[in-house]
């Protein structure tokens, strides 16, 4: 038989553990289910170099701060990985891995029932918190299939070591762009590919002012805040090195890519060797899917974090539509604050049981 919980959470990561804190709290019965082999959800497969551009400060989860750097300067990978391990042997959270969902189905009008590699699983309510690593978005390029150089996503991209000495095109004008550019052009010819000119932060500005600028957006209250939002690009240390060197530049976007490289607007041809895709990722939800709730736009429509097309599913994490800077640790923390509060009074409400109409 199916074991039986009051909440299940999809997801190992920032955003579950986030939720786990609070529902302990609850004396509701829950269980994570993670497809993960150990502790740190998308941050196990960052780059080597990766720095948050936030201080630890900024970057924690709730009931125990990460602790600041030695020297003070932001965090990188592996010590935020080492955070998200302690943090789970602290409060010891209800984790099952690797365990891989497949589907999440309604299973009468009480309960939905979580289909894994494992063992099945009936729950009063689900939390999505699947995050975004898996879904990387590569955008269709015409010819995208006929180039013979190598392609990756920055989802997949440890180090520049095998670009050394290659000609590399960085497509991407976010903050992983702009670090993964800064990194490559130290070893390889790399040009930085961008839709539109990148926007610069001030160098005395960090993640802080874009967390609270996400904040004061949905509070009403961003005229009151710096410029900035979470697509501005922070000058971290090796970004600003890389605008000493002159590599900062963006030109705009190939129309198109061939067998050896691509063609620029004015139709000139050039050879290219490898394509580094910066551009984002989508919301990972297609376990959901025999829910009927995905829309056209790829996304899930919430009230705060509960569906509306299935209000036993909610979801934490992916994003600032379902909770402002809910994808940061900090933000994850917030959200799920008040979103276990609101699934606690839901579940014990007389009307738990109801699905709204789909509209």
């Known amino acids: 038989m199916a074991e039986q919980f009051d909440v299940v959470i999809v997801g190992g990561g920032q955003a579950a553990l986030a939720a786990s804190y609070f529902l302990r709290r609850t004396g509701l019965t829950y269980v994570i289910l993670d497809n993960g082999a150990q502790a740190g959800g998308a941050w196990v497969h960052g780059w080597d170099s990766l720095h948050l551009f936030s201080p630890a400060s900024y970057s924690s989860l709730p009931g125990w701060p990460m602790p600041d750097t030695p020297d003070g300067s932001y965090p990188t990978r592996d010590e935020v990985l080492d955070y998200l ?54 955008p269709d390029v015409a010819g995208h299939e006929f180039f013979g150089g190598t392609q990756i996503h920055s989802g997949h991209y440890q180090s520049a070591a095998p670009f050394a000495g290659r000609r590399v095109l960085v ?33 005395d500005v960090d993640g802080r002012v874009l967390f609270e600028r996400a904040t004061a957006r949905v509070l ?10 979470f697509g501005d ?43 580094i895709w910066c551009t984002g990722f989508c919301p990972a939800l297609s ?39 809910s994808a940061t640790l900090l933000g994850a923390g917030r959200v799920a604050r008040s979103m276990v509060r609101q699934l606690t009074d839901w579940l014990a409400s007389p009307t738990q049981d ?3 109409p789909k509209p």
């Open 220 to 229: 009403g209250n961003a005229g009151a805040m710096p410029t900035g939002g």
């Open 171 to 203: 497509v991407g004008g976010g903050n992983s762009g702009a670090q993964i550019l800064a990194e490559v052009s130290l070893l390889a010819n790399a040009t930085w590919v961008t839709l539109q000119d990148p926007v610069f932060l001030p160098d």
């Open 85 to 138: 391990r302690r943090y789970e042997a602290r409060y010891t959270p209800p984790i099952r891995r690797p365990v891989t969902v497949g589907r999440v189905e309604r299973a009468g009008g009480k309960f939905l029932n979580i289909r894994t590699n494992a063992d099945d699983f009936l729950s009063r309510a689900v939390i999505g918190a699947t995050g975004t690593w898996s879904a990387p978005f590569v």
């Open 287 to 325: 376990a959901f899917a025999p829910l009927d709730v995905i829309e056209p736009d790829g996304l899930i429509h919430v009230n705060g974090q509960q569906a509306v097309r299935e209000p036993r599913l909610w979801l934490l994490g992916y994003g600032s539509w379902c909770g402002p800077a």
């Open 233 to 275: 690009i922070v000058m971290v240390p090796p970004v600003r090195a890389a605008r000493e060197r002159g590599v900062l530049k963006a030109v705009r976007p190939f129309v198109r890519m061939t067998a050896t490289g691509v063609v620029w607007p004015d139709g000139q041809e050039e050879a290219i060797d490898a394509i």
């Open 354 to 356: 109801v699905r709204l």
